[in-house]
């Protein structure tokens, strides 16, 4: 009976909408007892959307605001440069950029900028070399290009970019209003900043109760801010001496590994190309199905409708079914 009862199992699974890769997996699935849950895409919606744009030497700082057509065109340049380089990234910070700069709309003149060299660099930010299409008398190329930078302040300064005490007072109210901020680059030096809010998706307190309730202990683990940490964190329940924030993609499988050594086994949840080295660690790799190839094949189950909650149903079922076999 005891083969049947895992089938049993891992096909009751696939009901509640969680994919087994086998049924080994229930063994460590039933022994977990702390659960690593990345931020972006895992506990929030993953969908930002910006709320605000900067431009440097401006006289005040602006308030953390809805985003609204008016004051975007405050600063056009920092969000259109931006917008141009972030629409070769998936990053949910270049999906947001890219379209408040297509609602905020082209200059008439303009037509749309054009990039070359796009690189990204995974837990900093992207670059590009942006050409600036109108220049009605004939500048050179060279003139006409800038090397448009967007990304965390300190990863712009590794870059060799300056960025003035202005810029990082903005990034500073904006994160601890609990905002994620970029600052976006050009010529050397941080010229503005955009802020963004990511939700926590509706379920996600639900979850992080239920799997409390199963006795496991929920850390949220994030590249982003102290700031958006905490308050992601916050919105469901987990305490703030278990936010782990400003973690380089690199790092989380460490944050898992020294978990581990502390004597856990470890459930690692995660949606993101930055997660997949940290899935693989864990002892039990949990991926959104709504998340990157890359992180789901690093994985032992899927949570096929990116429903947090499921992490707990297969806690459930793995305790259930291994209990009928004993
Ligand atoms: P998370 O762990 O929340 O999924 P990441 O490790 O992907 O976050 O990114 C960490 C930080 O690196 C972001 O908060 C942002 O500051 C910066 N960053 C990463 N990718 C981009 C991008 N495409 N554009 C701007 N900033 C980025
Ligand atoms: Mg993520």
Redesign the pocket.
């Known amino acids: 009976a005891t083969p049947t009862a895992i089938l049993v199992g891992t096909g009751r699974g696939a009901q509640l909408g969680v994919l087994i890769r086998g049924p080994e997996i229930l063994e460590s699935t039933r022994r977990v007892d702390t659960v690593v849950l ?4 895992t506990v929030t919606e993953g969908r930002m959307r910006v709320v605000d744009v900067w431009g440097a030497g401006r006289s005040t700082v602006a308030e953390p605001v809805e985003a609204d057509a008016n004051h975007l065109t405050d600063a056009p340049d920092v969000l259109r440069y931006a917008a141009a380089v ?1 629409s070769l ?1 998936e ?4 999906r947001a ?1 890219t379209a408040a700069g297509r609602s905020a709309g082209e200059p008439e003149t303009g037509t749309p900028l054009e990039v070359t060299g796009f690189i ?7 670059e590009g070399l942006v050409r600036r299409a109108h220049s009605g008398l004939a500048l050179g190329g060279a003139l006409n290009t800038r090397r448009v930078l ?3 302040p300190a ?1 712009l300064v590794e870059q060799g970019v300056t960025v003035p005490e202005e810029v990082r007072t903005a990034v500073r109210q904006q994160e601890e209003a609990g905002a ?1 901020a ?1 600052a976006v680059a050009w010529n050397g030096a941080a010229r503005g900043v955009i802020a963004l809010r990511d939700p926590a998706k509706p379920t996600s307190a639900r979850a992080v109760a239920e799997l409390q309730e199963l006795g496991l202990r929920p850390y949220l ?5 102290e700031g958006a940490a905490l308050v992601a964190a916050r919105a469901v329940g987990i305490p703030d001496e278990d936010v782990i924030a400003r ?3 690199a790092d989380k499988a460490t944050v898992v590994a020294q978990l581990q050594a502390e004597g856990h086994t470890v459930a690692m949840v995660g949606d ?1 190309v ?1 997660d997949a080295a940290a899935l693989a660690t864990a002892d039990l790799g949990l991926a959104m199905g709504t998340g990157t190839d890359v992180a789901i094949e690093a994985s032992d189950i899927t949570l096929v409708r990116g429903d947090l909650r499921a992490a707990a149903s297969a806690v459930r079922l793995s305790r259930k079914t291994l209990r009928v076999i004993k």
Not at 38 to 41: A, F, R, S
């Open positions: 990345d931020k972006t895409g972030e990234s990053h949910p910070i270049a950029i990204a660099h995974a837990g900093g930010g992207v967007v990304g965390r990863w994620t970029v683990l994030t590249g982003d801010s973690v380089l993609p993101g930055n």
